[in-house]
């Protein structure tokens, strides 16, 4: 543990003066990344949302003597961003039928900021840690450039601490921007896949609600 810890530190102090700049891109965006991901909840990893929505509609479908309770107290026991919302609606359904529409529309929004809330952050992060490991790399060669300057190049050794600066720091810059990357694309693609379902279940309410309607008077 010791020789790990150093081999860090170590690799840190050589990195330059742009190391603490990336490792702090990095950490402001895992931290995002990751809560994130703990604001979906169990949806986020769940190979199963879809037989939310066919829960629902099998549940809507039945002949109990009160199909919104029934459907809303079986969503109760399953977790989830989907099984909460949809929960919520069938209750704006039930207990103000004339404001559902409403509802649903003003509350999409909001669930959708809400999931999205702070992956804006991670994207500039990702964005900015390569550029950082690129100024990284400038530096590292400006000063093996300057040790050039001064005592030639005859002694490759002079020149080692702005090479190792120049290397090292590039690849910290990929090192954070690339898993950064990849796990934000993942994490749009769920959002979106979530977006789906919720609108998915909001339809099916609504049409189960305008089929019980009472038919207007002429």
């Known amino acids: 543990m010791y020789v790990f810890i150093e081999a860090v530190q170590s690799t840190f102090l050589a990195g330059g003066s742009v190391m603490l700049p990336i490792i702090l891109t990095g950490v402001i965006g895992f931290y995002y990344l990751y809560s994130t991901w703990m604001r979906i909840g169990g949806d986020a990893f ?82 900015a840690a390569p550029l950082l490991g690129l100024l990284g790399t400038v530096t590292g060669m400006v000063s093996t450039f300057e040790v050039i300057t001064l005592y030639g190049n005859q002694n490759p050794v002079l020149m080692a601490d702005g090479i190792s600066e120049a290397l090292i720091s590039t690849q910290s810059g990929l090192l954070v921007a690339f898993p ?13 896949y979530l977006t789906e379902q919720l609108e998915l279940g909001a339809t099916i309410i609504e049409n189960y609600m305008s089929l019980q309607a009472p038919p207007e008077a002429t």
């Open 180 to 192: 950064l990357t990849l796990l934000k694309q993942r994490l749009d693609e769920r959002i979106e």
């Open 46 to 127: 769940r190979k199963d949302v879809y037989k939310v929505v066919e829960m629902l509609r099998n549940d809507l479908n039945t002949r109990a003597e009160d199909p919104l309770r029934f459907a809303s107290k079986h969503l109760g026991l399953r977790g989830g961003i989907v099984s909460r919302e949809l929960r919520l609606a069938l209750k704006v359904a039930k207990d103000t039928p004339e404001k559902y529409l409403e509802y649903m529309q003003v509350r999409m929004i909001k669930t959708v900021q809400y999931m999205q809330q702070g992956t804006h952050i991670i994207s500039v992060m990702a964005a």
